[in-house]
């Protein structure tokens, strides 16, 4: 299983980007799709969730400016970016509650996270 992310760069402040994490492999089902992000010297923190029935929930920072959706058939998540400020600068990384064969043939069922794109918004 992997989880691709893309997307991410250099905006200036009140700019806009689209993330976007593709997943492949041997899915049988994706439940709750996600992106986190971490800022430097800084935890990890939830930026918003979206539940395979498409109910979405956001971090109070980026209520109203960040959009989270998501393509069941293309095993996909993305998150547009609206507004943007220098403090959402920070690695942003997607992740996926998912079911999948292993090499056995055998169904798994984890989190998985996918590499991180770094987001830097800056004038």
């Known amino acids: 299983v992997q989880l691709q992310a893309s997307g991410g760069g250099l905006v200036q402040p009140g700019g806009s980007l689209i993330l976007s994490c593709a997943v492949s492999g041997s899915i049988f089902s994706i439940w709750a799709m996600g992106w986190y992000r971490q800022a430097p010297g800084k935890q990890r923190e939830l930026v918003a969730t979206i539940t395979s029935g498409g109910t979405a929930n956001y971090a109070d920072s980026v209520k109203g400016r960040y959009t989270i959706s998501r393509d069941n058939a293309k095993n996909t998540v993305h998150l547009q970016m609206n507004s943007l400020k220098p403090d959402d600068t920070a690695v942003y990384y997607c992740?996926?509650?998912?079911?999948?064969?292993?090499?056995?043939?055998?169904?798994?069922?984890?989190?998985?996270w996918g590499q991180g794109t770094q987001v830097t918004v800056s004038s």
């Open positions: 992740n996926a509650d998912l079911g999948y064969y292993n090499n056995g043939g055998e169904q798994v069922v984890e989190i998985c």
